[in-house]
């Protein structure tokens, strides 16, 4: 039992790798006199004997070996961190673990609140150092929230954060441990952090302060003063001001972002002296460790205190070539979430919408070549900015939706991780008020004997007039970058929605998934476990989440309305182009078609060889593995989705297959039995929509375009995550 | 029940200088192929669909008295469905080791019989059962699209020493 936790006076170099990086460092200071918090360490015996117990290394083996890492994305890393998250929180400690631990730790620290910070073995090594990547606690309350807290820092271990930097950090799922923290609260007036050398000059040395906690300046939601000093002399080059307004103080179990009252605003949280104190103490843990160090410090009642130091950081925030930084930086914190909120919902989307509407308003058939050309240019650029906005500011904003889902799992410990979905969903998708629109003029042919008879002979004739106004407003309403909405004039009704119509109105849908009752419970359920304070604060991120929820379509929506009228101005250069008698028009690249528009020559790409292999072994694949993202069985014939018309084809009870739905494209959901999506995650329209009409869904299928093919029979398991083809092992026999 | 002569397998040395290193009874064989059950984790299923074999490896584990396998599949497999024609199914449990030395030390048992779907309230305590010697399959073993097999075993056949046979009866 004493081996499994240790107080940070009894460590010794031998236990250099049990307690992890930031304990070893802790233990280091502590021993060279510096001021450090009471501090307990959770060993990484601990966390092996959980896993082995539990049988969640083996687990944890299985999800991450779904996939070739290379062949993840980001949201996928994301989600099997996010089940592995929850596979912690679903397993008790074993009892005798549990009564160990919780006996020692009632007797150290009873009541008194605490950080658990997490302290993975090999972390403190240099260039190996890497912040942020696994979670840290700040005023945790009570022996059972420690243990509580404890289980979340070990499943930190596999944060999406740490996946991504599996690597450096030498993750490996056989044998990588973590170590725990317990330590008292420090609670500082001024805190902040010091690098000792800049990391854009080695001359000179950072030191950063804000008033209050150190969480607002570490998680970004609070700017800090700036200093920057002569690392030789310890002279100050520098100090940086800003408008100081918010602060983080405790409360309740946890920290709270607040304003900062007006005495404390007007001047800087440290004076020369405090900023000499910082640095001078900071320079002696540079001599102690033999490197650069970045340390956290915090002064209370004028004492310097030490909370952590470690070899300044390798991760560069830059979204550069190596595009982790800016990954990482998606974790962004509630507040700067509801910032974000507010310029997306007032000031991007209706520019977003204005933007559409200036290109839709411009001829682009009435404009010469040139001007064309030139048209196109500025339409690809102008697509090229919102695409940007796109990944700095809607992608991040979905982090709401992850943020709620792990206070979620946190409180409710749901079997299905992803149960906080369906609390979201409930939200005015334009998406699916596109559907029920759609789904009432399926009704009206389903009940008018004449016009069903009209679409089926693909005439116009006996097509009523309000019919066709209300395709024309649904058109301009929704846009429609499938060309579904494709007509010769105002008085025909579009081939593909004549084909979704009649599909439609021959299957009409038993109503939709009724889950009103039970979601509203849930959520009851979910706000019920928070009181006073919590509970607003609890609303107050459930409303952000839905909000970001919903953004995942309406903006999707948004850029498509831009991009279906950059590239219709493509396609009128194509046709152009066509009709000069161009040969390889189709090949040319978008940016290309103005190019040649204007007269100039494009060198086309030559083919690449294809990788050679045994002709005599013909492969065919049976069973593929993604990730489960919508639960259900369901079995049907293939639909590929290889161009927008294979859309409008899908028939009845048939698997959506295909590379990535975007909104756009989900008209024809309400039609399929499931669906197979080869872009992964959870937060992915496909996976969304699914879960929105209860559909099986897989998402993340590496080539599924490619290896399933239209009228392959399949089954799509939305439980386990895997797509069955049904083939025969051996040529031409079907399954008995 | 035949018996042979049969020495231990490898992993009971202790076993074997207690009983003289032969199989002698009834007992013995049971206690090797339990303590073989035990330490295993995969087993080789054969099914057969149109005459022809099948082979898969599964994570399995046994009743006590030795009277059922178990192991869990998914609904959409071909062993699933290979089953469902045919509940007849052979399942290989050894002890190899991959190396040159297997064919003398390792300990094999085939187990024949007819498999079915455990369904209504036996399911919870034979998942509970199965888990417990693979937690790690918790997921599938308790998805709605996954089969809790059981294999209602009629015969062993154990195989030891390269040459060694022995037929089990299961009544």
Known sequence: ?736 | MIIQRFSGPKELVVSRRRYGGYMKSKKYIEKALRKLFETQYLAVLATQSGGHPYTNLVAFASTDDLKQLLFVTGQSTRKYANMKSDSRVAMLIDNRSNTASDVAEAMAATATGRTEDVLGDEREALTRLYLAKHPHLEEFATSPSTALIRLHVERYYVVNRFQNVTELHVA
């Not at chain 1, 004028?302 to 830059?318: E, F, K, N, Y």
């Not at chain 1, 476990?529 to 309406?554: C, I, K, N, P, Q």
């Not at chain 1, 950059?566 to 008698?581: F, W």
């Not at chain 1, 080869?678 to 969304?688: P, V």
């Open chain 1, 1 to 736: 039992m004493m081996n499994w936790i240790i107080p940070l006076t009894d460590i010794q170099d031998k236990d250099r790798r049990r307690v992890g990086g930031k304990c070893f460092a802790l233990a280091v200071m502590a021993k060279c006199g510096f001021t450090v918090p009471f501090t307990v360490c959770v060993t990484t015996d601990v966390y092996d004997l959980f896993v082995a117990r539990t049988g969640l290394r083996e687990r944890i083996a299985l999800e991450l070996n779904r996939k070739d890492f290379h062949d993840m994305r980001w949201e996928e890393l994301w989600d099997a961190s996010l089940r592995i998250r929850n596979m912690f929180l679903r397993k008790s400690i074993p009892t005798p673990i549990y009564a160990g631990l919780k006996r020692f730790l009632e007797s150290t620290f009873n009541d008194r609140p605490v950080v658990v910070r997490s302290s993975a073995p090999g972390e403190d090594a240099p260039g190996t150092s890497f912040a942020g990547l696994h979670d840290s606690f700040v005023n945790v309350v009570g022996v059972d929230d420690i243990l509580e807290h404890i289980r979340f820092v070990w499943a930190s271990l596999w944060s999406d954060a740490a996946l991504l930097y599996r690597r450096e950090l030498g993750l490996d799922i056989a044998t990588s441990s973590m170590a725990v923290v317990v330590q008292e609260i420090i609670l500082g007036d001024q805190s902040g952090v010091a690098f000792t050398r800049n990391p854009s000059d080695r001359s000179q040395g950072v030191i950063e302060s804000v008033h209050g906690l150190n969480q607002g300046l570490v998680d970004g939601s609070v700017e800090p003063d700036r200093w920057i000093l002569d690392r030789a002399t310890g002279a100050i080059i520098s100090h940086a001001e800003v408008p100081r307004e918010r602060w983080v103080v405790p409360a309740g179990t946890g920290v709270r972002l607040d304003t900062l009252p007006e005495e404390k605003a007007e001047r800087a949280p440290l004076d020369n002296s405090d900023v000499a104190a910082v640095f001078t103490t900071a320079l002696e843990l540079e001599g102690a460790f033999g490197t650069p160090q970045d340390v956290e410090w915090t002064f209370r009642r004028g004492a310097l205190h030490i909370l952590q130091s470690r070899p300044i950081t390798a991760i560069s925030s830059d979204r550069g070539e190596d595009e982790r930084g800016w990954y990482l930086s998606l974790r962004k914190s509630y507040d700067t979430l509801r910032a974000l909120r507010t310029k997306i919902e007032n000031e991007l989307l209706p520019r977003m919408v204005k933007e559409a509407e200036r290109l839709a308003a411009r001829d682009v058939e009435a404009l010469s070549d040139d001007v064309l050309a030139e048209e196109i240019a500025r339409r690809l650029e102008l697509y090229k900015r919102w695409h940007d906005i796109y990944w700095d500011d809607f992608i991040p904003f979905a982090h709401g939706i992850r943020l709620f889902g792990q206070v979620y799992n946190n409180v409710m410990r749901p079997e299905d991780p992803y149960e906080f979905v369906d609390l979201l969903g409930d939200t005015q998708m334009v998406s699916l008020r596109r559907n029920r629109i759609l789904e009432n003029m399926a009704q009206e042919v389903r009940n008018d004997t004449a016009l069903r008879k009209a679409l089926t002979d693909r005439t116009s004739f006996g097509v009523p007039r309000d019919f066709l106004d209300e395709i024309a407003t649904f058109a301009s309403q929704f846009g429609d970058s499938f060309h579904f909405m494709a007509r010769e004039d105002n008085d025909t009704v579009p081939e593909g929605l004549t084909a979704i119509l009649l599909e439609l109105a021959d299957h009409p849908r038993e109503g939709n998934r009724t889950k009103g009752n039970d979601v509203t419970a849930r959520r009851d359920a979910f706000l019920n476990r928070f009181e006073g304070e919590e509970r607003v604060r609890a609303e107050e991120l459930f409303d952000l989440a839905r909000t970001s929820y919903r953004m995942r379509d309406d903006d999707n929506i948004c850029l498509g309305n831009i991009e279906r009228e950059v590239y219709g101005a493509v396609d009128e250069g194509r046709k152009r182009l066509h009709n000069r008698g161009g040969s390889n028009v189709e090949q040319l690249t978008p940016d290309e078609v103005p190019e040649v528009l204007r007269g100039r020559e494009v060198i086309g790409r030559g083919k690449r060889d294809n990788d050679r292999s045994l002709e005599h072994i013909a492969v065919k694949v049976l069973q593929l593995v993604g990730q489960p993202a919508g639960p259900g069985l369901a079995s049907g014939t293939a639909r590929v989705i290889v161009t927008p018309a294979d859309l409008t084809d899908l028939k009845y009870g048939e698997i959506l297959i295909c590379d990535a739905i975007d909104p756009n494209m989900t008209f024809v959901v309400p039609l399929a039995a499931g669906i197979v999506e080869r872009r992964g995650g959870m937060l992915i329209h496909g996976a969304i929509i699914a879960r929105e009409y209860g559909l099986a869904c897989v998402t993340g299928v590496a080539n599924a375009t490619t290896h399933i093919k239209t009228g392959d029979r399949v089954t799509v398991d939305g439980y386990l995550g895997i797509v069955i083809i049904d083939r025969d092992v051996r040529e031409g026999q079907e399954p008995s």
